[in-house]
């Protein structure tokens, strides 16, 4: 059961063949366009059972013109599956969907990825700090945020 | 024997040894310095994996209560001695120094553990190197966690401080 819908996830989600690639813990890998992110979710959400949103974070490719892969990750309740969506965006607009509307939960994650990443997520009318505070400049998990710089709230005494 | 002479402590009838004890010398700040030394109050703020050191050492095995140091007050306005427990990030220091400035004096102040001493191993946006940083300390106890004799060897030493130390009760200066 888990090999078809595998199957037909690989054939459906995203037609052009070679696009999706099964990594070695058994988690279906789609590598996907800005546009094709929501349209993906809505048919992994609806017609393939996936109704668990697990995470969304990025990774930041310091050197890559499109610098920042965004990831998604679904499970299904249903089958013992897991299905992780990476999607490129450029430094000067990153931006992908909200997912707050198909998934409650990712309004939240959501806020986190924009803390330490800066990815704006259109849709989501709440992206204030939830980690970090007020007034915190730049996104730290940033490769070019300095790892010894610090942005007191206090005062030091000395 | 007029009103005058009888003396405010009732004696014992000359000879008599019945064990009481009517006056006793000392300096004042031995004798304040001693009575504070065994009636710590500990306010635990307590942010990090160190609590289960301070759990380990507070419990019978350890027993800080022996030290007189048992009984955590859960207010502020009611301690006397601050466990700083865990590591302090950014985003937490103002409530440290809040907490820090409810305290009534006089009042002392236990890092415990080295995140709360030097910010350990980290070194990122989010951590505070270290709490003398934001707040004076009195005793440092390193150890990723603290043995517990490390602890009761913090809470002696901070003893030893407090019977040393000048307390002003009255004015001052005195």
């Not at chain 1, 050197?63 to 965004?70: K, N, S």
């Not at chain 1, 994650?109 to 997520?121: A, L």
């Given at each position: 059961m888990a090999a078809t819908l595998l199957e037909s996830l690989q054939q459906q989600i995203v037609p052009e063949a070679g696009a999706a690639t099964l990594s070695h813990d058994g988690c279906l890998v789609f590598r996907l366009t800005r546009d094709e992110v929501v349209p993906a979710?809505?048919?992994?959400?609806?017609?393939?059972?996936?109704?668990?949103?697990?995470?969304?974070?990025a990774?930041?490719?310091?050197?890559?013109?499109?610098?920042?892969?965004?990831?998604?990750?679904?499970?299904?309740?249903?089958?013992?599956?897991?299905?992780?969506l990476?999607?490129?965006v450029a430094q000067a607009d990153p931006s992908v969907d909200s997912l707050a509307k198909l998934y409650g939960s990712a309004a939240f994650?959501?806020?986190?990825?924009?803390?330490?990443?800066?990815?704006?997520?259109i849709g989501n009318h709440d992206l204030r700090p939830i980690l970090l505070y007020e007034g915190f400049a730049g996104h730290p998990l940033r490769k070019d945020y300095p790892k010894t710089r610090e942005q007191p709230l206090v005062p030091y005494r000395h | 024997m007029d009103a005058r002479t009888v003396p405010i402590v009732p004696v014992a009838p000359q000879g008599a040894k019945d064990g009481a004890f009517e006056y006793l010398t000392t300096r004042k700040d031995e004798l304040v310095g001693w009575a504070?030394?065994?009636s710590l109050f500990p306010y635990p703020f307590v942010t990090a994996c160190c609590?289960?050191?301070?759990?380990?050492?507070?419990?019978?095995?350890?027993d800080t209560d022996r030290f007189g140091a048992?009984?955590?007050?859960?207010?502020?306005?009611?301690?006397?001695?601050?466990?700083?427990?865990?590591?302090?990030?950014?985003?937490?220091?103002?409530?440290?120094?809040?907490?820090?400035?409810?305290?009534?004096?006089?009042?002392?102040?236990?890092?415990?553990g080295v995140c709360a001493s030097s910010g350990g191993f980290y070194q990122n946006y989010a951590a505070v190197l270290g709490i003398d940083r934001i707040i004076p300390v009195d005793v440092y106890i390193p150890g990723c966690p603290p043995r517990p004799e490390m602890v009761i060897d913090g809470i002696m030493q901070l003893q030893d401080k407090i019977a040393r130390s000048q307390h002003a009760i009255l004015t001052r200066t005195f």
């Open positions: 979710v809505r048919r992994l959400k609806e017609e393939f059972g996936f109704d668990l949103f697990l995470d969304v974070t990774v930041d490719w310091p050197a890559d013109a499109l610098r920042f892969e965004v990831v998604h990750h679904f499970a299904s309740t249903r089958q013992p599956l897991r299905v992780r990476k999607t490129r994650m959501e806020r986190e990825c924009h803390d330490m990443y800066g990815i704006v997520f | 504070r030394k065994f609590a289960m050191e301070f759990m380990a050492v507070s419990a019978s095995p350890y048992a009984l955590p007050r859960f207010s502020p306005r009611q301690a006397d001695l601050l466990m700083v427990v865990g590591t302090v990030t950014h985003k937490q220091a103002p409530v440290l120094l809040k907490v820090y400035e409810q305290m009534c004096e006089p009042k002392w102040v236990m890092a415990f």
